[in-house]
């Protein structure tokens, strides 16, 4: 029966998104438009219909038979639809259809001449992943004979709750960047480029970019949590696949303000925004075709020649468009001085791009040189550390000046006078931070750039709130974006702390035995098993005391699924503000008295996670708040 | 105009060209440090308790297949090998099984429902296996009649990838 109305409503979608094409091109919007709702209800059946059948482990149903158990807990099988190949499409599919319906129900009277080549645009990609999802990752084939049970998920994907969240998120950014790239396809053909469209794009591409944020930083966050290896970033070919969208994407962010204000880059933010979108396209393309190993990779199947061939499309499209179309948008507008806010966007986006393109660099590496030598190679952290650090320092310090320089020309005695107090504030933190014991030179350069950015943005708002009793109402654009900064500092202190600051030792304990770990104790209590419908779990009861005072307990699993031969560990964390305590069970005795166990002391890790929620606060600043009337944009 | 096409054609070509390629390849296949050095010798017993080494196989062209019944992916292959040994064991070529971390009457009642595709050897404490550098099941070693390594694949044979390995160990006596 799901498997019926699943299938009807793939067709539905797909069809509906190829008429929608038809009709827009002819210029019947009202039809697209309800064609673009009809779209959604149809993704919205299939997916509801598919968690139905997750929740009633409907085994008929291939992806049910393929990912779902009886003994899943529940919460974890309705997430186990992003938790395969062919569900996390589905999500995509749906998620597309949402926004599809959204863009064009938002702009049904505005944007007459470039809403049609929006919708077509929109639709395309809709109707390619529908297509995606009607033949080679179609989730609602039949299974008969009808199995009892199913394999369940990926045990690593039913471990935190935080699966439930870091897969949506970043649907929601990659595939919001359709949004931009149809209305940047738009302007393209059509060679409107008005002040309307930039602010309309810019806003749908904050909030993808929102999502996409979240998303990375839940990501870190999960691997954290869930992997046991104590860190949260490992420059993975698909961690990278998320964050150069979100590098070009952040150039975007700040380039469009030129063109804004000074009409000036007009092709390159056209430009960005085609990168960003084909980026999440390469994105997901790596992701599901198994072309680079990856933890993320899901399988490797004939889906890659369906990814390899859109990315082909959209690449030609958008490459030709820029080409052909590109210079009809050609700006007369020029720099007027070096010290000006329009430098510090440009040399942003440079670092930008070329963050971007050392990550693309060192992604692709590998494929290159087998590609042109026939060897294989990997490229690990240490050169993405090595080449990145120095750019995100630079971007640490511009966040502050670049914010305090002025549109067309700077005074410098002006800016001086208004560094004075951010530079004593720097050298004071450096300070602080020397006697506390940071000696690294890198770390100390970014505590001095985050504190200098820091200050200038904070005494900035201070100095308005002083005068008018209120900040964000007044410009919720600049002081939003004030936020995401400090929201960025947050978790770039984190990063260098926590990443140079870390203290490791794996210990063997009976029970009883205490092991001395500065600030801590930890004390072996208990060793048990407990057995649950989906998993046998083993758990280390462990005591924790810092400086001898008694703080509870942690409790580090080894979690044994029947489908898996190796156990899935769940570690166990105590977080502060100035720091966690990360506990591992890596292997135990049988006989129950001995186990053995990774500790961890890191620094600042949770600066991370709560700069991530800083971030989402000022872009629903900047986006969400009512601008005053007449007010220039940043 | 020309310009133009030659942009367009410098940033698709590649780009397209490098993710084509990427599909053809196997990220997970490792170069295996064994390619290229004399076979370990080993000596193991079959089903029905002969005892095979690998001397005496000297002077054939030998397909090594690391495998267990607990492993899904070797199932898949099981008929793969099977029809492949029916081509080429008459000339020569020696097939065999190894089977690894599995139990012996499990391995029996396998071998009996779904046939037997290639001479199975046990390797009760997995020597062979850690001699071979064997990271998991399913695993193939193509050995030529000089007792060298030609070859090694992790992961699931084809017909056509088995039988063109199986042409170059030939080739090679």
């Given amino acids: ?634 | 105009m020309l310009k133009r096409w030659l942009l367009f054609i410098l940033i698709v070509a590649p780009i397209v060209y490098l993710l084509a390629f990427g599909l053809t390849r196997n990220p997970r296949e490792l170069p295996s440090a064994m390619v290229g050095k004399m076979a370990p010798d080993f000596l193991l017993e079959t089903l029905d308790g002969k005892k095979i080494d690998l001397p005496s196989l000297k002077g054939s062209p030998v397909v090594i297949n690391f495998w267990a019944t607990w492993c899904g992916p070797c199932f898949y292959e099981h008929p793969v090998l099977k029809e492949v040994r029916s081509i080429y064991e008459k000339e020569g070529v020696k097939f065999l099984g190894v089977v690894y971390q599995d139990k012996k009457e499990t391995v029996v009642q396998f071998v009996k429902e779904l046939g037997e595709p290639f001479l199975v050897l046990f390797d009760p404490k997995s020597q062979m296996a850690i001699d071979y550098g064997v990271g998991g099941v399913p695993e193939t070693f193509f050995i030529d009649s000089k007792g060298l390594i030609q070859n090694k694949f992790s992961g699931v044979l084809t017909k056509e990838y088995l039988k063109d390995q199986i042409e170059k160990i030939k080739q090679n006596q």
């Fill in chain 1, 1 to 634: 029966m799901i498997n019926t109305i699943g299938n009807i409503c793939i067709f539905l979608a797909l069809a509906s998104s190829l008429a929608g094409m038809a009709f827009a091109y002819f210029g019947k919007m009202a039809v697209a438009r309800k064609l673009a709702y009809t779209n959604f209800f149809a993704m919205t059946v299939a997916g509801l219909g598919m968690m139905v059948a997750l929740l009633t482990n409907d085994f008929s149903v291939s992806y049910v038979a393929h990912v779902g158990a009886k003994e899943t807990p529940r919460f974890y099988a309705a997430i186990s639809l992003w938790s395969s190949l062919e569900g996390s499409i589905l999500l995509w599919g749906w998620v597309l259809s949402g926004y599809t319906a959204l863009c064009i129900y938002r702009n049904r009277n505005k944007f007459e001449n470039l809403m049609p080549w929006v919708c077509i645009s929109l639709f395309a990609i809709g109707a390619f992943f529908y297509l995606v999802l009607a033949i080679p990752a179609n989730p609602f084939q039949s299974v008969y004979p009808v199995p009892d049970n199913g394999p369940g998920p990926n045990p690593l994907l039913q471990n935190h709750w935080l699966m439930g969240l870091h897969p949506p998120m970043l649907y929601l950014g990659y595939v919001g960047m359709s949004v931009p790239f149809s209305f940047a396809i738009a302007s393209l053909v059509t060679g409107d480029l008005s002040n309307a469209w930039v602010s309309i794009t810019r806003r749908w591409f904050l909030i993808a970019w929102m999502f996409l944020s979240i998303a990375i930083v839940l990501g870190g966050w999960w691997s954290y949590a869930v992997l046991g290896w104590g860190g949260y970033w490992a420059w993975d070919p698909v961690e990278n696949a998320s964050f150069m969208p979100w590098l070009t994407g952040t150039a975007f962010l700040h380039s469009i303000m030129v063109e804004e204000r000074r009409q000036m880059l007009k092709i390159w933010n056209l430009v960005l925004i085609c990168m960003t979108f084909l980026l999440t396209l390469l994105g997901t393309f790596l992701t599901r075709s198994g072309v680079l190993d990856s933890v993320h990779s899901f399988t490797e199947s004939e889906i890659g020649l369906y990814f390899l061939f859109s990315i082909g499309i959209a690449l030609a499209i958008a490459t030709a468009l820029l080409i052909w179309k590109g210079p009809q948008f050609k700006s007369p507008g020029k720099l007027d001085h070096p010290l000006s806010r329009e430098t510090a966007f440009l040399i942003n986006n440079l670092l930008f791009v070329c963050f971007c393109f050392v990550v693309l660099l060192g992604t692709m590496y590998p494929l290159i040189v087998e590609a042109l030598r026939g060897v294989k190679v990997t490229v690990g952290a240490p050169f993405f550390n090595q080449m990145v650090v120095p750019l995100a320092l630079l971007i640490i310090l511009l966040m502050g000046v670049g914010v305090a320089l002025p549109w067309k020309k700077g005074d410098p005695k002006t800016l001086l006078k208004l560094l004075r107090w951010p530079v004593l504030l720097m050298a004071v933190a450096v300070v602080i931070a020397f006697i506390l014991g940071i000696k690294k030179p890198l770390v100390l350069i970014t505590v001095a750039f985050a504190t200098l950015s820091l200050s200038i943005m904070l005494i900035e708002m201070a100095t308005v709130f002083w005068r008018a009793k209120r900040v964000f109402s007044l410009n919720p654009r600049r002081y939003g974006g004030f936020v995401v900064h400090i929201g960025i500092i947050f978790v770039s202190i984190g990063v260098a702390l926590s990443g140079n600051y870390q203290k490791e030792n794996q210990v063997h304990l009976k029970l009883g035995d205490i092991f001395e770990m500065e600030p801590y104790q930890i004390k072996l209590d208990k060793l048990y098993g407990d057995p649950q419908p989906q998993r046998f779990e083993v758990i280390a009861k462990i005591e924790v005391f810092k400086n001898g005072r008694p703080l509870g307990y942690l409790n580090p699993k080894l979690n044994f699924y029947p489908n898996n031969r190796e156990p899935v560990g769940s570690p166990a964390v105590y977080s502060t503000v100035t720091g966690d305590l990360y506990l591992t069970l890596m292997a135990f005795e049988h006989n129950r008295l001995e186990a053995t166990i990774r500790t961890m002391v890191t620094p600042a890790v949770s600066w991370i996670w709560g700069g991530g929620g800083v971030i989402v606060l000022g872009v629903l600043i900047s986006a969400g708040m009512k601008k005053k009337e007449g007010e220039p944009p940043c």
